[in-house]
């Protein structure tokens, strides 16, 4: 077999695995049983209040170690205050705390007032729950909640084809 062709087997192979992935991830429902949410006071929040809408949510993980998440959770939610009004998308804030003190975001959050809802993720438990490899990480949930959109990284200026 011939390099070319075993570069293509390889191509169609990821491509298969990708969109298994994929199909995996649209729609899919997350049991929120046990997860350990708190609010930026460092209060108790049951997981199920990110949800308590009947509008499409938009989910960001993020971190204060990395500027890019910072970054990234900026321009989306100045994409979100530019394009649509509180009735039309809810926006969550996920502080992934690995390393960093919560302190950290609740200074950030309020020193940039930027508006939304903004949880911790105590011990990791929506991240685990929800797949979240890393962050930045944007998750999209349609007016039903289902998955829309999984977007991993930060998209340099792009958010407009982050999930097109």
């Known amino acids: 077999m011939k390099s070319g062709q075993k570069s293509n087997i390889a191509r169609i192979g990821l491509s298969i695995f990708?969109?298994?992935v994929?199909?995996?991830a649209v729609g899919q429902d997350y049991n929120l049983q046990g997860v350990v949410l708190r609010n930026l006071d460092g209060e108790l929040i049951d997981p199920q209040t990110l949800y308590s809408d009947s509008l499409p949510i938009m989910i960001v993980?993020?971190?204060s170690r990395d500027k890019n998440c910072t970054k990234q959770l900026e321009d989306l939610l100045n994409a979100k205050v530019s394009n649509f009004s509180d009735d039309q998308?809810?926006?969550?804030g996920v502080f992934v705390p690995e390393g960093s003190c919560v302190s950290n975001a609740k200074v950030m959050v309020k020193g940039s007032s930027w508006?939304?809802?903004f949880v911790v993720d105590v011990n990791g438990d929506l991240k685990r729950v929800m797949g979240i490899p890393t962050e930045p990480f944007t998750i999209l949930l349609n007016h039903k909640h289902a998955v829309v959109c999984r977007y991993e990284g930060y998209?340099?200026?792009?958010d407009d084809l982050m999930c097109e």
Not at 89 to 92: I, S
Not at 155 to 158: F, I, Q, V
Request: charged residues 15%; negative net charge; aromatic residues 20%.
């Open 18 to 20: 990708l969109l298994f």
């Open 89 to 92: 998308l809810k926006f969550v």
């Open 115 to 117: 508006e939304g809802d």
């Open 155 to 158: 998209c340099s200026g792009a």
């Open 22 to 24: 994929i199909t995996l």
């Open 61 to 63: 993980f993020w971190n």
